[in-house]
């Protein structure tokens, strides 16, 4: 339903001055808002690119920036122990870049559009950060990111909803807690389930919890960022 494009960024690593992007434009010519989709330490793979797809077939606009590309291209792992220590190795080597990469997303949607930042686990966590970094969001959805807890001092600039798993063993739940006490305007939800429990392409996808948080995510966006001209 989507295609590949090329978002311009400064600051590259090495020659690159481009990173490449999935992009779904929703049927209807005017779009609900935009969303910038960021991704796991998978890459962006069959999974983020159905979600994409998803988000689209509800209205909004959508790019999910190929935030490995600053590494190497066209990077698609699997879910598994090989997948995992491949993923966290680039994610090591770009994680600098990442914001800025996520920032050069929103020069590509319309002048006046609302924007969302939506992410998943290491994008979960990008979301976080640019949320409380930078002005360009008008909301940001956080999906298990587990650098957030440690990032509890920092003050989003948009509306806010995260979601974390109670049988996450990668983000303890009293730290969970602990960031729910110190940023308690960010509506923070926990689902009795594991780490990833939104990505039916995981073992630990739990269905009726991410069931749940979808319908949660859906009304957070029509309330924050779906225009109303």
Not at 216 to 222: A, C, G, I, K, Q
């Given at each position: 339903?989507?295609q590949?494009?090329?978002?311009?960024?400064?600051e590259?690593?090495g020659?690159?001055d481009k990173?490449?992007a999935?992009?779904?434009a929703p049927?209807?010519?005017?779009?609900k808002?935009?969303?910038v989709?960021?991704?796991e330490?998978?890459?962006?793979?069959?999974?983020i690119r159905?979600?994409?797809?998803?988000y689209a077939?509800?209205?909004?606009e959508v790019i999910?920036p190929?935030l490995?590309?600053?590494?190497?291209q066209?990077?698609?792992?699997?879910?598994?122990?090989?997948?995992?220590?491949q993923?966290?190795?680039?994610?090591d080597s770009v994680d600098s870049?990442?914001?800025?990469?996520?920032?050069?997303?929103?020069?590509?949607f319309?002048?006046g559009?609302?924007l969302?930042?939506v992410?998943?686990?290491?994008?979960?966590?990008?979301?976080?950060?640019?949320?409380c970094?930078?002005?360009?969001?008008?909301?940001a959805v956080?999906?298990?990111?587990?650098?957030?807890p440690?990032?509890?001092s920092?003050?989003?600039?948009?509306?806010?909803?995260?979601?974390?798993?109670?049988?996450?063993?990668?983000?303890p739940?009293?730290?969970?807690e602990?960031f729910i006490?110190l940023?308690?305007?960010?509506?923070?939800y926990?689902?009795n389930a594991?780490?990833?429990?939104?990505?039916?392409h995981r073992k630990?996808?739990?269905?009726?919890?991410?069931?749940?948080?979808?319908?949660?995510v859906?009304?957070f966006?029509?309330?924050h960022?779906?225009?109303?001209?």
């Amino acid at each position: 339903m989507g295609q590949g494009i090329y978002i311009t960024v400064v600051e590259g690593k090495g020659d690159n001055d481009k990173v490449s992007a999935y992009h779904v434009a929703p049927k209807q010519s005017q779009p609900k808002g935009g969303i910038v989709l960021l991704q796991e330490i998978f890459g962006v793979n069959e999974y983020i690119r159905e979600v994409c797809d998803h988000y689209a077939e509800k209205g909004w606009e959508v790019i999910a920036p190929s935030l490995f590309d600053r590494e190497s291209q066209k990077i698609e792992l699997n879910y598994d122990a090989d997948g995992v220590e491949q993923g966290r190795a680039l994610k090591d080597s770009v994680d600098s870049f990442s914001e800025n990469d996520i920032a050069a997303c929103c020069n590509h949607f319309m002048s006046g559009l609302k924007l969302a930042v939506v992410g998943y686990c290491w994008g979960g966590s990008l979301a976080w950060r640019v949320a409380c970094r930078s002005p360009r969001f008008d909301a940001a959805v956080c999906y298990y990111g587990g650098e957030i807890p440690s990032l509890s001092s920092e003050k989003p600039h948009c509306p806010v909803q995260a979601h974390f798993g109670l049988q996450d063993s990668t983000i303890p739940i009293s730290d969970v807690e602990n960031f729910i006490s110190l940023r308690p305007e960010v509506k923070t939800y926990i689902y009795n389930a594991d780490h990833g429990f939104s990505c039916h392409h995981r073992k630990q996808y739990h269905q009726s919890s991410s069931n749940l948080a979808q319908e949660r995510v859906d009304e957070f966006l029509s309330r924050h960022i779906q225009n109303t001209n």
